[in-house]
């Protein structure tokens, strides 16, 4: 009875969340100087044309009406038309996801597969080499701007060693469809996603670490040791499975981020992304794509929080535990 | 070190120039037939550094718009690349809120003007390719007045200037006259260096220029739209900021004319001066060439006098193309990158597909709604207008017209503008059909009773279009201006069959749609060089050869 209190009050905060973003994303952008009309800045674009302007985009309605077709469309899920493309913003969106969903959805997971494991063995083998490794790459990936790395992948293994290509997803003219272009969209992504993995695994590597040396030094693992358990076991069984939660949450809380895409990779490899077509749609004044894409991006999260706080449960049976103990 | 690499970029900047009015003096664009490339790819690259690593690397054979001067110098010792030097249509000025003091006072004004040492920020901060701006208009507009005299560099003599006037000095402070106190700190609006590194270094360099003055200025960085919207509700005290213009005058009456000190209009600095109000009347609503060239010469006269804003500087374009493509058209005012060098250009050896960087994607494909520069990059190959300008002179070159005229007739109780086309007999649309003059009435027509934005200031003054057998139009306007030439001349045509079942043109997405004859062709028609194949979003458009356009050997 209780876990369903718990889980009612949960998604009824979340609602309340997402009722709060759905307005405050009509209102900031309105808020914000500038409009997408006043943007225009050419002498040649006169004040009647930009009155024109302003009709076509519906901006010449009362605020309360466009108000409401504006939460019509965010709960409908049609989101109404760009300004700036003048297409239907899902079909935008759509067309931006799966390359961001590929680059940052693989790098996500090459990153932190890579960087839990070697966080998990430089505690256990402190001053070794894989420890100064993770070290020195938690250090490269805070210290170096990602599009450091990237141009200089890119001038590297794209221009005097020329393995892979400067630019997009599609080689051009593009190859048959089948295995061809497959092979040659990963061929594509292998310089993107391994500049987001190096820049990426450091960070994993590092906050695993610290996690795992912390709990290293634990009683419950004293005890394992002393019952003459082997390393391996202690390692991944015992210690890594105890800071399980927080890993579980950052996973979580990453995963809007994965959709929300990565505009500096983006510019840099000429790729068709979400990041981008965000900046655009918030520096252009594009209402409609801007509050789709912030309110998807806020459902996302509010659904990623709850299923993290659902997660808990598998990977920690005491939480479970202690809910049932709370009644 | 410096030193000589600032001379060895104005050497280039000035032989670029020179190489330029030699070539211009060949071109003979009468003579162009083409387009002899049969597929065009416009590659989609946004990272300037990518850019310029695909050019090197041969992955795109044409790059325009190269601004960061070492990227200049780089591809200038490329063996494999050429580079195209021309004056443009930018221009970068320093404006002021003449709404309120001291920006009121024009002795001040005219005393920046003297105080800001154009030559050297222009050598400094863009190594030489950029021109000091001591016009109202760009150089390459053939209505600028290059004759008048702008006043050169010298702060002593604005410093007199404004001792004559009565201010004086007060801790290095300018006191106005009549005044006890020195001036209050103000500010110049910039967009951030984030956004615009050199319009910022620009501004901090203007800034110190205008204190040695005795001017309390400061720079202000603020977002771009944040700018613009504080120019837009008149709350500053003076601006930076670039402008692309065009080869007419109009700017001239948007920036200065009072009655465009409204919101949305472009009179930012205030300035309501009956005698500018009445030469850019003058200027806008002149019946013919002649009168329209002097009273351009006039606001521009007045504006050298009045100073509403300080002329800065305007940017040269440069364009890089890889040295197999030949025939290339370049002149003083334009870069390779230009319609007759497409139709004129093909490769050495084999043909192959021609790369053509395009820096932003081309979000809109709709020739209604499409309104950015990448938008009418491909557009622009697509579809043609009635006249076109000569790339060496600017003046107007028939094109779907083969000939105009533009007349001066009574209409009720006054005058106005009756514009007259005799179009070409041989031109076809790219399914096929032949081009009449029910098109261009039908497009007019359409653009004006929809009211599309981009184009109405174009047709809003169309009061009649006459068709007179197929090839023979008469457009008759509200009133009188010869600049209605240029802009009924400038507009895309659209066949008539399409505009007559066309209902939602806002969010029409005619590359989405297959023609109804031709399987092979989309809804995106015109009579241009090229004719759409394929645009993958974020990669690239392909283009292909318009195998019936007019100017191909048939």
């Known amino acids: ?327 | 070190m410096l030193a000589k690499r600032f001379l060895r970029s104005v050497v280039f900047a000035t032989c670029g120039i020179a190489i330029f009015v030699a070539a211009a003096c060949g071109v003979d664009v009468d003579a162009i037939r083409g387009p002899k490339i049969e597929e065009l790819y416009l590659v989609i690259i946004r990272d300037p550094d990518a850019q310029l690593l695909a050019l090197e690397k041969g992955q795109i054979d044409l790059l325009s718009d190269i601004t960061r001067p070492v990227d200049i110098e780089r591809l200038a010792s490329n063996e494999e690349l050429s580079l195209s030097l021309a004056q443009g249509f930018h221009a970068f000025f320093l404006g002021f809120n003449i709404r309120k003091a001291p920006w009121d006072r024009v002795e001040l004004r005219r005393a920046i003007w003297q105080a800001i040492p154009r030559n050297q920020l222009v050598r400094d901060i863009f190594s030489g390719y950029s021109a000091p701006l001591s016009t109202f208009l760009p150089p390459a507009s053939p209505y600028c007045a290059e004759d008048l005299e702008a006043p050169p560099y010298d702060l002593g003599s604005a410093r007199r200037t404004l001792q004559e006037a009565g201010w004086r000095y007060s801790n290095g402070f300018l006191v106005p006259p009549g005044e006890d106190l020195p001036l209050k700190p103000m500010k110049i609006l910039s967009p951030t260096a984030q956004v615009a590194p050199t319009t910022a270094e620009l501004a901090q360099r203007i800034t110190a220029s205008l204190r040695e003055l005795g001017l309390p200025m400061d720079v202000e960085p603020v977002d771009f739209s944040t700018l613009i919207a504080r120019l837009d509700e008149h709350a500053f005290d003076s601006y930076v900021l670039a402008w692309q213009l065009s080869r007419d005058p109009d700017s001239l009456y948007a920036f200065f004319h009072s009655s465009m000190d409204v919101k949305g209009g472009y009179n930012i600095c205030g300035i309501h001066d009956d005698e500018l109000d009445a030469a850019l009347e003058a200027l806008r609503w002149a019946p013919d060439e002649e009168d329209a060239r002097l009273a351009a010469r006039r606001a521009q006269k007045l504006l050298s006098e009045k100073v509403p804003m300080v002329p800065i500087y305007s940017r040269y374009f440069v364009t890089a193309l890889r040295k197999e493509w030949k025939g290339a058209v370049t002149t003083r005012i334009a870069t390779a990158d230009n319609v007759w060098s497409l139709l004129a250009m093909e490769p050495e050896g084999k043909m192959r597909p021609f790369y053509w960087c395009l820096p932003e994607e081309p979000r809109n494909l709709n020739p209604f709604t499409a309104s950015s520069a990448y938008d009418w990059q491909v557009l622009g190959l697509i579809y043609d207008t009635l006249l076109t300008a000569d790339p060496e002179t600017l003046e107007d070159l028939p094109w779907l017209a083969r000939d105009w005229k533009v007349e001066t007739v009574s209409s009720g109780d006054g005058q106005v503008t009756r514009l007259s086309f005799i179009l070409r007999d041989d031109v076809l649309w790219q399914d096929g059909e032949p081009f009449t003059a029910k098109d261009v009435a039908a497009t007019i027509s359409f653009l004006k009773e929809h009211r599309v934005p981009r184009f109405w200031d174009a047709v809003s003054d169309v009061e009649a279009v006459t068709v007179k057998g197929n090839h023979e139009i008469t457009i008759t306007m509200k009133n009188t201006s010869y600049w209605h030439l240029h802009q009924i001349g400038g507009l895309p045509i659209l066949p008539a069959w399409q505009l007559a079942s066309l209902e939602s043109w806002q969010i029409w997405q005619p590359i989405r749609m297959i023609h109804p004859q031709k399987r092979n062709l989309t809804m995106l028609v015109g009579t241009g060089p090229f004719v759409f194949s394929e645009y993958r979003q974020g990669e690239y458009v392909r283009l292909v050869r318009n195998d019936l356009f007019w100017l191909m050997s048939r």
């Open chain 1, 1 to 327: 009875m209780a876990l369903k209190a718990y889980w009612g009050r949960r998604i009824a905060s979340s609602l309340l969340v997402l009722a709060v973003v759905l307005v405050l994303n009509f209102f900031l952008f309105r808020i914000l100087p500038g409009d997408p009309v006043s943007a225009i800045i050419d002498p040649r674009f006169s004040p009647q044309a930009k009155e024109e302007l302003a009709a076509l985009f519906g901006l010449d309605r009362p605020m309360g009406e466009q108000f409401l077709l504006y939460v019509k469309q965010m709960l409908t899920f049609n989101f109404g038309v760009s300004f700036l493309s003048q297409r239907p913003v899902w079909d935008e969106i759509r067309s931006r996801l799966p390359n961001t969903l590929i680059l940052l959805s693989s790098a996500m997971a090459i990153s932190a597969l890579l960087g839990i494991y070697l966080g998990v063995i430089a505690a256990a083998k402190r001053g070794g080499f894989i420890e100064r490794l993770v070290l020195w790459a938690g250090a490269i990936s805070f210290s170096f701007p990602s599009f450091f790395i990237q141009l200089v992948m890119l001038l590297l293994f794209a221009f005097a060693m020329p393995i892979f290509p400067l630019r997009g997803s599609v080689s051009i003219p593009p190859p048959p469809p089948g295995w061809p272009a497959m092979i040659d969209y990963i061929w594509h992504m292998v310089l993107p996603v391994s500049s987001l993995v190096i820049l990426g695994f450091g960070s994993w590597a590092l906050y695993v670490r610290n996690l795992m040396v912390k709990v290293l030094g634990e009683d419950f693992v004293f005890l394992a040791r002393a019952k003459g358990l082997p390393q391996r076991l202690i390692l991944w069984r015992h210690a890594f499975r105890s800071i399980l939660p927080p890993i579980v949450t950052i996973i979580f809380l990453s995963l809007p981020g994965v959709v929300s895409g990565a505009v500096i990779t983006e510019t840099v490899f000429s790729l068709h992304g979400v990041g981008r077509f965000l900046l655009e749609s918030v520096t252009g004044q594009d209402y409609p794509a801007a509050g789709a894409a912030f309110f998807l991006l806020a459902l996302l999260t509010v659904a990623c929080n709850l299923l993290a706080d659902l997660a808990y449960g598998f990977v920690d049976p005491r939480i479970g535990l202690e809910r049932k103990m709370e009644r």
